[in-house]
């Protein structure tokens, strides 16, 4: 009986969470102001425990990253490289799941066999991330991508879970909000 009203309490302070995050999601998309996707994106990384998180949206053939954060921890080096990496990419790069979300239009995971599933980007950032897994999720309009959400983590997780679920919801906020293809 204990464990079932924790449950309940968690799960209704997750789904505040989750409308928070998704009614600032919304107004950082359509602000396009730095600073408060970077403020949103934190928001993200704290609420999930997350060890990475990042934003890209579609210009042309390519993604270009909107934000990127990592845990304090993570070293100087592996942001910066992962930045310069992930800064604009072709979308033929579909090594990296970003890119693959991006042009499958569907949810793309790596885990440790990456490199097996011809992720072979994404595998040696999780190593370097000290992640288990990773999550891309496109945003889509008009059957296109405009967009792909992404996060990193030492647990491993599954559709049921509340950061998939977190995720999730916040996508699924972007789709009605105004997007131009720069």
């Keep these: ?27 950082a998309w359509s602000s396009e102001l730095a600073d408060r996707v970077d403020a949103v994106m934190s928001a993200l990384l704290s609420a999930t425990g997350a060890r990475a998180v990042g934003w890209w949206r579609r210009v042309g053939e390519e993604l270009e990253q909107i934000s990127f954060q990592a845990i304090a921890d993570m070293p100087e080096e592996v942001r910066i490289g992962f930045m310069s990496a992930t800064g604009r990419v072709a979308m033929s790069r579909v090594e990296l799941g970003c890119v693959r979300a991006a042009s499958e239009l569907q949810p793309v995971v790596a885990r440790e066999d990456a490199v097996q599933r011809g992720l072979t980007g994404s595998a040696s950032w999780l190593t370097r991330f000290g992640a288990s897994q990773s999550l891309a999720l496109p945003i889509i309009r008009d059957d296109h991508a405009v967009g792909v959400l992404a996060i990193a983590t030492a647990e491993v997780f599954d559709e049921n879970s509340p950061i998939w679920r977190t995720m999730t919801a916040i996508v699924a906020g972007l789709v009605s909000v105004p997007y131009h293809d720069r």
């Design 1 to 27: 009986m204990l464990f079932s009203r924790i449950e309940v309490l968690l799960r209704l302070v997750m789904s505040q969470v989750d409308a928070a995050l998704v009614r600032d999601f919304r107004e």
